[in-house]
């Protein structure tokens, strides 16, 4: 789980001290969200520079925003959502057609190792027909489970965060998730079937 | 992690004052007291232009030769009803529980729709209950109760939106369901106003008015509330 406990406690903590009037809480807050949140930028945009623009954008509306913080509210949900929204309207803004919340298997670390590992010419190349076909099976997914699959699978979000974030129950989170799941384990059945 | 990035990024945080919750908390109640002071100042307005001062109606002439008049208990069961749907659309609307995120769109999309619903039965269901007769006045279509439910409404409704200042998922609804609070608020200082109780007048100026108020926060949500990127 990237998004830790002991991480969000920081975060709530720190927010809730920083909307109290405590500047210095505010390199607090930077910690314990900015990694989490700049993965999530970084695989949304795919564009680094991007993200740590996006990034800042984040944390600035956090800023603005900290004198409304309602005490004892959870701090993550909030910030993936302003996050979210910024993307969105980044990606609009410029008019470019990034897609979005897909996730680009080749900036995985797991891949690279393993693609790595491969000695032969043929396993990479295989590898890398199977990554554009689950890459392109994630692209036909509607929105909301690509959302779901990314925050819960990728970023580490907990269910229950995921569920306030996207504005829907836990049952239906996971029942994203799995559809995702699901569909991500028809690429490799479909590799596997003898032609 | 970049600390070139979190240089700039508190650098940036720094260069940009905000207020805190205190300040914040001070400018929102002075606001909620505009809200009220505007809505009964545009009541007072209304009602000494185009009443001669009567801020209670309790009947009206339906026809030359037709008075008809309706008793303070049912202006007052009237209003009380209204009361409370009004109070629950402001909790929908304002209250946030203990989430930034506010309400789920399930719960905005109910409340967006049947809190005018749940007026518009209640006040049908009082004036039968009353026996007051819902018959049609001509001279009254409904046109004086559409213009005052927007003038006290709209006052409220901003301030509304100045409260919230942003919310980053559901602008649109948010200010939808913002609206029809506002606009809940005024049926009741219409409730009081208009002896009127015909099917078609409700509808057009009473029910009307509700979702005028509830397409203008929407796009006013949508406008204000949501949060944009800047240029690169």
């Known amino acids: 789980m990237l998004v830790k406990n002991a991480g969000i406690r920081a975060a709530n903590a720190a927010m809730e001290r920083y909307s109290n009037g405590d500047d210095a809480a505010f390199a607090e807050l930077y910690d314990a969200i900015a990694p989490c949140l700049l993965r999530f930028l970084c695989r949304a945009t795919r564009d680094a520079a991007a993200a740590e623009d996006l990034l800042q954008q984040t944390l600035l509306q956090m800023h603005r925003a900290r004198g409304s913080f309602i005490p004892g509210a959870p701090v993550i949900p909030w910030a993936f959502a302003i996050a979210k929204r910024l993307t969105i ?77 996207l504005g829907t129950s836990v049952t239906a989170v996971k029942l994203r998730t799995h559809r995702a799941y699901v569909a991500l384990r028809g690429v490799f059945r479909e590799e596997v079937k003898p032609s | ?57 309790l009947g009206g002439q339906v026809s030359p030769r037709q008075y008809v008049e309706r008793s303070v208990w049912l202006v007052a069961t009237t209003a009380g009803g209204a009361l409370g749907v009004a109070a629950t659309a402001l909790w929908l609307a304002l209250w946030r529980g203990r989430s930034m995120l506010g309400r789920s769109r399930g719960s905005l999309l109910c409340g967006t729709a049947l809190i005018p619903i749940g007026l518009f039965v209640w006040k049908v269901v009082c004036s039968l209950a009353f026996g007051y007769p819902m018959m049609e006045w001509p001279e009254r279509p409904g046109l004086r109760c559409l213009a005052l439910s927007l003038l006290i409404a709209i006052g409220p409704l901003l301030v509304f939106l100045a409260v919230r200042r942003r919310a980053p998922v559901r602008p649109a609804l948010n200010g939808a369901s913002m609206g029809v609070a506002a606009g809940a608020c005024a049926w009741v200082a219409v409730d009081l106003w208009c002896p009127v109780a015909s099917l078609p007048h409700l509808l057009l100026g009473h029910v009307l008015p509700l979702c005028i108020l509830a397409a203008m926060g929407a796009v006013l949500g949508d406008a204000f509330l949501s949060i944009r990127s800047r240029r690169r």
Not at chain 1, 102 to 129: C, F, G, K, P, Q
Not at chain 2, 2 to 18: D, Q
């Open chain 1, 89 to 165: 309207d980044s990606a609009r803004r410029r008019r470019i057609e990034l897609r979005l919340f897909t996730h680009d298997l080749t900036d995985d670390a797991i891949t690279h190792e393993s693609t790595a590992a491969m000695a032969n010419a043929d396993e990479v190349l295989h590898a890398r027909r199977l990554e554009r076909q689950v890459q392109e099976r994630l692209d036909t997914l509607p929105e909301t489970q690509r959302t779901a699959f990314r925050l819960v699978q990728q970023e580490g979000v907990s269910l229950k965060t995921a569920a306030e974030l």
């Open chain 2, 1 to 57: 992690m970049n600390t070139e990035l979190k240089a700039r990024v508190l650098a940036a945080v720094a260069g940009e004052p905000s207020p805190t919750r205190r300040a914040v908390n001070r400018r929102n109640t002075l606001l909620n007291m505009l809200a009220g002071v505007s809505g009964m100042v545009a009541f007072v307005i209304f009602a000494l232009v185009v009443s001669d001062s009567q801020l209670l109606r």
